[in-house]
């Protein structure tokens, strides 16, 4: 299968065009830009175009971005109003943003890519016909923005109410977008389990999220390579070979004191995947 990796793993360190340079030279030919703005900030005309040139001449091709979580560059620690949600039923802070994620798209004026990865609400988010209702007008302006842009929104499966896997194909049902997912196999393992959900999202199914946990907490473990994860490797292998040409195997990792050098231990993470 095709491999990518999410610099989620690397959001400790400012993105720059040594890390890009290393993801290359491990072996890994796409890549997915997380929009963390202490990591990769969207806002920096001057960050952008660094990475952007070197994008222009490099063999490693940005397959996509990651929508911005929070709009300051600490986690949202600076207070709930930093929350970037689709959700937000109050139209001017939804307006607010909505124009923060077009300013993640508008990358792709400079650096190429296809897809962005999009989250409905946020963790633990409990439905409601009003959020969901504020989600589809914000997504209905976001989809004719990105595609202008030769951008496509994927939405992701997140440990909510509003999508898990069922509930994404609902919001595809009662609207006009038909937007593609992206399948999290940490998230699926936390809810549903990673066979529903992927026997649910597989016809929509563009990009993935390739991770481990305990079954409880959402703590993106390195595949076959922690004790602590609870996946069926090789059960989800078989899944994931059945629907490969859709898309890449892309891990998204958290950044951990046991892997010194992730880049590494994402390489032998698919080879362990590949050899299953």
């Known amino acids: 299968m095709l491999h990518a990796i999410s610099t989620h793993v690397l959001v400790p360190h400012r993105l720059n065009t ?28 001057s960050h952008v175009n660094e990475l952007g040139y070197w994008f222009r001449d490099a063999q490693l091709q940005c397959h996509s971005l990651h929508s911005p979580m929070y709009s300051d560059d600490c986690w949202g620690r600076t207070g709930p109003s930093a929350v970037v949600t689709l959700t937000e039923t109050s139209k001017p802070r939804r307006l607010e943003n909505i124009g923060e994620i077009k300013r993640a798209i508008e990358v792709a004026e400079k650096i190429p890519f296809k897809f962005l990865i999009q989250h409905l609400g946020v963790a633990g988010e409990e439905y409601d016909d009003f959020k969901l209702d504020a989600a589809f007008t914000a997504l209905e302006d976001l989809h004719l923005f990105a595609k202008h842009r030769g951008v496509e929104i994927l939405l992701e499966n997140i440990p909510n109410r509003l ?114």
């Not at 040594?18 to 005309?45: K, M, S, T």
């Not at 026997?199 to 929509?204: E, G």
């Open 18 to 45: 040594v890390w890009l340079e290393r993801i290359w030279n491990v072996g890994i030919p796409l890549v997915e830009i997380f929009c963390a703005r202490q990591h990769f900030d969207y806002r920096d005309r």
């Open 163 to 276: 999508s898990y896997a069922e509930r994404l194909i609902h919001f595809n049902e009662i609207t006009h977008l038909n937007l593609g997912f992206c399948l999290d196999t940490g998230h699926a393992n936390i809810m549903e389990g990673l066979d529903s959900a992927f026997n649910l999202m597989q016809d929509h199914i563009r990009s993935t999220h390739i991770h481990d946990n305990n079954g409880v907490d959402d703590v993106h473990l390195f595949p076959t390579l922690t004790q602590e994860g609870s996946i069926d490797w090789k059960r989800a292998m078989a899944l994931l070979r059945s629907r490969e040409s859709q898309y890449p195997l892309l891990l998204e990792l958290k950044d951990s004191p046991a892997f010194p050098n992730p880049l590494d231990a994402a390489r032998q993470i698919f080879d362990n995947l590949e050899s299953l």
